[in-house]
C-alpha cells in the first residue's frame, strides 16, 4: 500500500499549546494536503503543499515539507479546544492519475 | 461549505440486499469520488469518475459499482450487500485532478445486519 502513515495515532494537549503531527510517505508526491474532521463530519480541506515548497502557513497552521525525507510536518499554534479533531494527511503520489491517498489520521485532543 | 448533499443519511439494510448511495453536486466539478472510512482504515478509495460516463476504480471497488450519467450525479450501488460493507461512505468532488483541493460531502452511515 502506498498510503501514508502519520505520527502520533493520538495527541492530547492543553489549550494554549502547540500541536505538531507528522506524516510519512513512500514514493515521490506531487502535492500533500492536510485534512480535519470533526467528529460525525466530512473532511475539511486545510492546507496543500506541492513538492517543490518547502513550507506554507495559514493563520495558525503551519506545514513543512521534506522531500529527501518524505515527509512533511502540521503544526498547529496556540491550539484552541475547537481544534479537537481527526487530522489526515493525503498525498498525491506520481503517475496517481487523479486520486489522492489518505492516511489513517491522527486524534488530536485539546483540554480546555 | 461545498455544494455536496449525500442520501440517504444513514441506512439500514439486510445482507443481500441491493443498496444505492448518491452523491449530488451544484459546483459543476468535473471530479467525484467515493470513499469508506473504517476504524484502523482511514479513508480509502472505492471509484472515481472524471466525467460524464467516466470512471475507474479505487482501491477497494470488489463488491462496488458506480454511474455517472449527469455532471452532479455520481452513485454508489452496493448490486448484493454483505455486512463488511459496513461503512461510513464519503463523497468527494474535484474540480481539477487529484492534485487540487477535494470537497467532501457530510457522509452516509450504512448498516448492513
Known amino acids: 500500500s502506498q498510503q501514508g502513515e502519520e505520527d502520533p495515532q493520538a495527541l492530547s494537549i492543553q489549550e494554549g499549546e502547540n500541536a505538531t503531527m507528522n506524516c510519512s510517505y513512500k514514493?515521490?508526491?506531487?502535492?500533500l494536503q492536510w485534512y480535519r474532521q470533526n467528529s460525525g463530519r466530512g473532511l475539511v480541506h486545510l492546507i496543500l503543499?506541492?513538492?517543490?515548497?518547502r513550507e506554507k502557513h495559514s493563520g495558525r497552521l503551519r506545514v513543512t515539507l521534506d522531500t529527501s525525507k518524505k515527509s512533511s510536518s502540521l503544526l498547529i499554534t496556540a491550539s484552541r479546544a475547537a481544534d479537537t479533531a481527526s487530522y489526515f494527511c493525503?498525498?498525491?503520489?506520481?503517475?496517481?492519475?487523479?486520486?489522492?491517498?489518505f492516511g489513517k489520521g491522527i486524534t488530536l485532543s485539546v483540554r480546555p | 461549505d461545498a455544494g455536496i448533499t449525500q442520501s440517504p443519511r444513514h441506512k439500514v439494510t439486510e445482507t443481500g440486499t441491493p443498496v444505492t448511495l448518491r452523491c449530488h453536486q451544484t459546483?459543476?466539478?468535473?471530479?467525484m469520488y467515493w470513499y469508506r472510512q473504517d476504524p484502523g482504515h482511514g479513508l480509502r478509495l472505492i471509484h472515481y469518475?472524471?466525467?460524464?460516463?467516466?470512471?475507474d476504480k479505487g482501491e477497494v471497488s470488489d463488491g462496488y459499482s458506480v454511474s455517472r450519467s449527469k455532471t452532479e450525479d455520481f452513485l454508489l450501488t452496493l448490486e448484493s450487500a454483505t455486512s463488511s460493507q459496513t461503512s461510513v461512505y464519503f463523497c468527494?468532488?474535484?474540480?481539477?485532478?487529484?492534485?487540487?483541493?477535494?470537497?467532501f460531502g457530510p457522509g452516509t452511515r450504512l448498516t448492513v445486519l
Open positions: 469518475s472524471y466525467g460524464v460516463k467516466d470512471t
Open positions: 459546483e459543476n466539478h468535473r471530479y
Open positions: 468527494a468532488i474535484s474540480s481539477g485532478s487529484g492534485s487540487d483541493t477535494q470537497y
Open positions: 514514493t515521490s508526491i506531487n502535492n
Open positions: 493525503a498525498t498525491d503520489y506520481t503517475g496517481a492519475n487523479s486520486k489522492l491517498t
Open positions: 503543499i506541492r513538492s517543490n515548497e
